[in-house]
T-cell receptor, first 110, second 114 residues
Framework: GQSLEQPSEVTAVEGAIVQINCTYQTSGFYGLSWYQQHDGGAPTFLSYNALDGLEETGRFSSFLSRSDSYGYLLLQELQMKDSASYFCAVKGGATNKLIFGTGTLLAVQP | ETGVTQTPRHLVMGMTNKKSLKCEQHLGHNAMYWYKQSAKKPLELMFVYSLEERVENNSVPSRFSPECPNSSHLFLHLHTLQPEDSALYLC?????????????FGEGSRLTVL
């Protein structure tokens, strides 16, 4: 089967850097995605890594190590509006569908 | 605005009621999905439609019945639900095959079953 693990909660202060880790187990792997969801809002796509290494998009970066079945989302120069839940998701398995983790609730404090 | 619109945003129903959730996407995508989001649990994939054909039914109870009349519209028909079915139901769309793992989600329909 497929499973993902990520921390349930992370707290950081404005201007800081925070890293949200995700480890996964899947039979067949195509890539790791990250989504952001504000309270009461729709999950929105942040990034997708199919190959090892770091992908940078503005203040957010995402990293993947396929050999370690591990990835992380790095948020820099944190802002209050970054307070949200962050989900990692694996594309893979027998049916190539997207499976989500339980999410990490990030609280950014002044 | 994600290009995926869900109605109603909130729904309260009794266990004997019949109701439907509606999803419409304006992105020209060929694949549409229903996910269930419960507190402290991962998003659970329920159904996948690709080119209006159901390609995934993730062991969902028959009291949930999806319908995809065309590539822009997706429905979830609900009948004789249980209180444990109370959750946020999210619709999503993607170009066929999900490409780079990017789904476009609606804001969800918050369902409460009494």
């Amino acid at each position: 089967g497929q499973s993902l693990e990520q921390p349930s909660e992370v707290t950081a202060v404005e201007g800081a850097i925070v890293q949200i880790n995700c480890t996964y187990q899947t039979s067949g792997f195509y890539g790791l995605s990250w989504y952001q969801q504000h309270d009461g809002g729709a999950p929105t796509f942040l990034s997708y890594n199919a190959l090892d290494g770091l992908e940078e998009t503005g203040r957010f970066s995402s990293f993947l190590s396929r050999s370690d079945s591990y990835g992380y989302l790095l948020l820099q120069e944190l802002q209050m509006k970054d307070s949200a839940s962050y989900f990692c998701a694996v594309k893979g398995g027998a049916t190539n569908k997207l499976i989500f983790g339980t999410g990490t609730l990030l609280a950014v404090q002044p | 605005e994600t290009g995926v619109t869900q109605t109603p945003r909130h729904l309260v129903m009794g266990m004997t009621n019949k109701k439907s959730l509606k999803c419409e996407q304006h992105l020209g995508h060929n694949a549409m999905y229903w996910y269930k989001q419960s507190a402290k649990k991962p998003l659970e994939l329920m159904f996948v439609y690709s080119l209006e054909e159901r390609v995934e039914n993730n062991s969902v109870p028959s009291r949930f019945s999806p319908e995809c009349p065309n590539s822009s519209h997706l429905f979830l028909h609900l009948h004789t639900l249980q209180p444990e079915d109370s959750a946020l139901y999210l619709c999503a769309s993607s170009p066929q095959g999900q490409g780079g793992g990017e789904l476009f989600f609606g804001e969800g329909s918050r369902l409460t079953v009494l």
